[in-house]
């Protein structure tokens, strides 16, 4: 690495790549994170949201929350908010918002959405559940919005605590292949790093980059997606100690960057390896 790419304590990820898996609000707040630490961010949204099979009852469910019809809104995915903007949704002052992580009410704040509950240590649906069930002994009205491919586990504890649930579809999960030269850059090391934040970002990272080399830095936001990469196959050297980005980012730094090619470079040689 040349002196003018040295990292310093203030710049950790001077001279890194990292590939950041979504766009929008949320990528660019991301990109901005990775630029002050001196990395070089590359945004190439690897999943996105198709609608529900089922409009009519998202539409609906999406009405009822204007009209004040809820007393909680529980939003379990950056993708929910993607969803609830699209719609130009309306959340009444009574209604309550609760996000499962800090990742979740970052993107909810971006969108200039309020967020009134993040669960303090469990970031999950079950610690969703278990904070929000803490908080209302009585009976409450509850819509839930989820992917199509997600477990209904928050409704039905919610729903065994007595609590009056409408469960709505919001979205579908679909993947978004990344371009060529994307897909070489990772394939060759350029890209040191991937932040994986989902379950189904994971899933695409071992689907389109099946040929990660040793160098390439994994890290996942939080132990639940450490264990959904896991499952989807690809091998985790990192988990943010918080469901944070800037948990997640402090992670990689631990790192030394793996080589220091120019980043237009032909790949030469091999790649040092990270053990692992």
């Known amino acids: ?6 990292p310093t304590p203030e710049k950790p990820l ?15 707040s991301v990109a901005a994170t990775l630029r002050r630490q001196g990395a070089t961010p590359v945004v190439a949204p690897l999943i996105n949201f198709a609608p529900t099979n089922d409009l009519d009852t998202l539409e609906k469910a999406l009405t009822d929350l204007a009209e ?7 939003v379990t995915s950056a993708t929910t908010v993607d969803v609830l903007y699209a719609y130009r949704a309306m959340i009444p002052a009574k209604t309550k918002v609760a996000a499962v992580g800090e990742t979740t009410a970052a993107a909810l704040q971006a969108m200039g959405f309020r967020v009134d509950l993040v669960p303090d240590t469990d970031n999950s649906a079950a610690g969703m559940a278990e904070q929000m ?7 409450r009205d509850v819509l839930t919005l989820r992917s199509e491919i997600a477990k209904p586990l928050l409704t039905r504890r919610l729903e065994a605590a007595g609590h009056r649930v409408r469960s709505v579809i919001a979205y ?28 189904s970002v994971a899933e695409q990272v071992n689907l389109q980059f099946p040929d990660l080399p040793a160098s390439t830095v994994i890290a996942a936001i939080g132990p639940r997606t450490a264990k959904d990469a896991r499952r ?21 730094a631990q790192f030394s960057l793996p080589h220091a090619a120019d980043e237009f470079a032909p790949p030469t040689g091999m790649l ?3 053990e692992r």
């Open 232 to 252: 989807a196959g690809l091998s985790v050297d990192v988990v943010a100690e918080t469901q944070t980005v800037d948990a997640l980012i402090t992670a990689v």
């Open 133 to 139: 069930i803490a908080l209302e002994p009585e009976p």
């Open 272 to 274: 040092p390896r990270i």
């Open 68 to 74: 004040g019809v809820f007393d909680w809104l529980t």
């Open 14 to 28: 001077t001279g890194w790549r990292v590939l950041v898996p979504r766009g929008g609000p949320w990528g660019d």
């Open 172 to 199: 579908r999960t679909v993947g978004v292949p990344v371009t060529d030269r994307i897909a070489a850059d990772v394939e060759s090391g350029r890209i040191n790093a991937i932040l994986v934040t989902s379950g």
């Open 1 to 6: 690495m040349n002196a003018a790419a040295k």
